[in-house]
C-alpha cells in the first residue's frame, strides 16, 4: 500500500493543482459565455475533438496499450523500445489522418450532437468553432500516448501535471476573449468571427501545450524517438484482436453521451441555462475528487496488476485492488457526501461571475448534487475496469458498458419525457447515478470470478466504516449551510463562508472521527502529512 499511496501522492498533488486551475478556467469560460446559448455552442463544438479520440484511440489506451507495452518490456530483447516507437509512428500518423478528416466533416459532426430547437446561427457557430479546435485530436492522442509509455517506467508526474500549462493558457485566452469580446462574447447572435477564431484557436494552443511538456518528459526519462513505419514487429494482430473489443466499448459508451447530448441540447433549446453547458459544468466538478483521488490510484495500480496476472500471482492483483478501492473510498466517501450539501454554493462561487446569471450557477450545482450521488460507484466502476484489463480481457468490459449505456440511455430518454425542461438535465445526472450504480454491482460480479475473489468482506468492512465517519461531518456543513442561507441568503460571499466553514470543518471533523475509529488509510494519510510537518 505505502508504495501505491506515494506514487498516488505525487500525482494527486499535480492533479489538484490541474483541476484548480481547471476550476479557473471552467470560472472564466462561463463568464465569458455564460451557460446559455453560446456557452452550449462551445461546449458541443470543444466535445468534438475527445469523442473521436476516445473512440478510434483513447478506448484502447488504458485496456491495451499499457498492458501491452508492460508485456514487450519484459519479452522483447531491446526492452520494448522499438515496439514503443513503432507504436508512436504509426499513432501520429493516424491520428494526423482522423484530424484531417473530422476538420473537413465539421458540419456533419456538429449536426449529429445537436437538437432541432437550436437557431441556424447557434448551429453556425457551433460549426466555426469546432474546425477551430478539432486540430486537438493530433496533440491530444500523441501526448495520450508519450503519457502511457511513461506510466510504463513509473514515471507518473508529468502527465498529471502538464494539463496545468493547457489550463494556464486557456485562462489567458479566455480572459483576453472576455476583455475584447465584452458582452457579446456571451450572445450566440453577435459574436464575431475574429473572436471566434481567438477562442477556437486559444483553445487548441493549450492542448499543444500540454502536448509538448509530454514528449519533453519523455526525452528526460531516456526515450529517444525514432520513426519506425514497419509493421512487422509492431504487435499490431494481437493488439488489433484486443483493441476490437475497447473500439466496440466505447462505441457504446458514446452512444450514451450522443443520447444525453440531444436530450441536454433540446432541453437548453427550451429553458435558457438548463443545456449542455450546465451538465457539462456539473459533471466536470463531480470530477474533481475523482480526477484527483481515483485516476492517481488507478494510473499507479495498473501496470502493477498487469505485471501480477502476467505471473499468475492472483493474491497480488486482489491485494492491490482492495488498497486502491479503500484508498479511492477513504476521501471519495466524505466527498461525495459533500458534494450533495454544497453543491449550489460551490458553483455559485465559481460561476455566478461576468456574463453568467445567479439563477444559472445555481442550477449548474443542483446537478452537481445528484452527480454527488454517483461519486463511488463511478469511482468503483473504473477501479474494477482495470481488473478486466490487467488480465488483458477487453471482452467483457464491453458487455458490461452495454448493460450501463442501456439503463442509463432508458432513464434519460424517460426523464426527457416525463421532466419539465428546466429538470430534465438534473434528471440525466440520476440516470447516471443509477447506471453507474448497476454496473458497479454487475462488474464486481464478474471480477471476483476471475480472481477468485476480490475482500469482499474487508472492502465491504471499510465503506461501511468510512460511511459512518463521514456522518457527522456531512451534518456539520449542512448546519452551517442552513444557517449562513437563513442570515444572508445565497450570495458569492455567503457561498464562500459555506465552503471554507461548512466544508472545511465537515472534511476535518470526518478525518478526526475515522482516526479515532481507526481506518488504517486515514491514518496513513495523517502519518504521511504530519511527517512531512516535521521536516
Same mark, same amino acid.
Given at each position: ?26 470560472? @472564466? ?11 452550449d ?6 466535445a468534438?475533438p ?14 491495451v ?5 508492460? /508485456?514487450?518490456?519484459?519479452?522483447? #530483447? ?23 478528416a ?17 437557431s ?6 457551433a460549426?466555426? =468553432? ?5 486540430p486537438?485530436?493530433?496533440f491530444?492522442g ?7 509509455i511513461?506510466?510504463? /517506467? ?8 502538464? #494539463? ?33 477564431? =481567438?477562442?477556437?484557436l ?23 524517438? /525514432? ?12 493488439? &488489433?484482436?484486443?483493441?476490437?473489443w $475497447? ?13 444525453t ?7 437548453g ?18 470530477q ?19 505485471r ?14 482492495a ?7 477513504v ?13 449550489p ?14 439563477d444559472?450557477? @445555481? ?11 454517483a461519486?463511488?460507484?463511478?469511482s468503483l ?19 458490461? &458498458? ?29 440516470? =447516471?447515478?443509477?447506471a ?32 459512518t465517519?463521514?456522518? #457527522? ?5 449542512l448546519?452551517? =449551510? ?9 450570495? #458569492? ?9 461548512? $466544508? ?27 511527517? /512531512?510537518?516535521?521536516?
Open positions: 500500500m505505502s508504495r501505491v499511496l506515494r506514487a498516488s501522492a505525487i500525482m494527486a498533488a499535480g492533479t489538484m493543482v490541474s483541476r484548480v486551475t481547471g476550476f479557473v478556467k471552467a470560472a @472564466v469560460l462561463v463568464a465569458a459565455l455564460g451557460s446559455a446559448h453560446m456557452g455552442a462551445y461546449t458541443v463544438a470543444n468534438i475527445f469523442i473521436l479520440f476516445d473512440f478510434l484511440i483513447g478506448g484502447i489506451l488504458s485496456s496499450v499499457v498492458p501491452s507495452i508492460v /508485456r514487450r518490456q519484459k519479452s522483447d #530483447p531491446d526492452g520494448g523500445r522499438s515496439y514503443e516507437q513503432r507504436l508512436l509512428t504509426i499513432g501520429t500518423v493516424a491520428l494526423i489522418l482522423l484530424t484531417a473530422a476538420v473537413l466533416l465539421a458540419g456533419p459532426l456538429i449536426g449529429l450532437y445537436t437538437d432541432d430547437g437550436w441556424d446561427r447557434q448551429t453556425e457557430v460549426v466555426m =468553432l469546432a474546425r477551430y479546435v478539432l486537438q485530436i493530433a491530444v500523441v501526448g495520450a500516448l508519450a503519457g502511457a511513461l506510466n510504463t /517506467r513509473d514515471r507518473f508526474a508529468a502527465p498529471m501535471w502538464a #494539463p496545468v500549462l493547457n489550463n494556464v493558457v486557456m485562462i489567458g485566452v479566455l480572459v483576453l476573449y472576455l476583455v475584447t469580446a465584452g458582452r457579446s462574447g456571451a450572445d450566440v447572435e453577435a459574436v464575431s468571427e475574429a473572436d471566434l477564431a =481567438l477562442l477556437g486559444g483553445t487548441t494552443a493549450g492542448i499543444v501545450a500540454q502536448c509538448l511538456v509530454l514528449m519533453v518528459s519523455l526525452h528526460r526519462a531516456g526515450f529517444r524517438f /525514432r520513426p519506425r513505419f514497419g509493421l512487422r514487429g509492431a504487435g499490431l494482430g494481437e493488439m &488489433g484482436r484486443t483493441a476490437g $475497447g473500439i466496440v466499448y466505447v462505441l457504446i459508451t458514446q452512444v450514451g453521451f450522443w443520447v447530448t440531444m436530450i441536454a441540447s433540446g432541453a433549446g427550451e429553458a435558457e441555462g438548463a443545456g449542455n453547458t450546465a451538465y457539462a459544468q456539473a459533471f466536470q466538478l463531480f474533481l475528487p475523482y480526477g484527483i483521488i481515483a485516476v492517481s490510484v488507478i494510473t499507479a495500480m495498473l501496470p502493477r496488476m498487469s501480477s496476472a502476467a505471473e499468475g500471482d492472483l493474491g497480488t492483483v486482489r491485494d492491490e485492488f488498497s486502491g478501492v479503500r484508498l479511492v473510498a476521501l471519495l466517501v466524505p466527498a461525495g457526501l459533500l458534494l450533495m450539501v454544497l453543491g454554493a460551490v458553483t455559485v462561487l465559481i460561476y455566478s461571475w461576468g456574463n453568467n446569471t445567479l444559472n450557477a @445555481v442550477y449548474i450545482g443542483n446537478v452537481l448534487q445528484v452527480f454527488g450521488l461519486l463511488v460507484p463511478f466502476f473504473q477501479l474494477l475496469l482495470r481488473v478486466f484489463y490487467a488480465f488483458g480481457d477487453t471482452r467483457t468490459p464491453v458487455f458490461i &458498458g452495454a448493460g450501463n449505456t442501456a439503463v442509463s440511455i432508458g432513464l434519460s430518454l424517460l426523464s426527457a419525457a416525463v421532466l419539465p425542461p428546466r429538470y430534465v438535465v438534473m434528471g440525466l445526472a440520476c440516470a =447516471l447515478t443509477a453507474y450504480a448497476t454496473g458497479t454491482v454487475v462488474a464486481w460480479m464478474l471480477a471476483s470470478r476471475r480472481t477468485r475473489g476480490l475482500n469482499g468482506r474487508v472492502v465491504a468492512s471499510g465503506l461501511s466504516r468510512m460511511y465517519a463521514a456522518l #457527522p461531518g456531512t451534518l456539520a456543513a448546519g452551517v =449551510l442552513w444557517l449562513t442561507r437563513e442570515l444572508a441568503g445565497l450570495t #458569492p460571499l455567503s457561498a464562500a463562508v459555506m465552503l471554507a466553514v461548512g $466544508g472545511g470543518a465537515g472534511l476535518a471533523l470526518y478525518l478526526v472521527v475515522a482516526h479515532r475509529m481507526r481506518i488504517p488509510e486515514v491514518s496513513s494519510i495523517v502519518g504521511m502529512v504530519t511527517g /512531512r510537518g516535521r521536516r
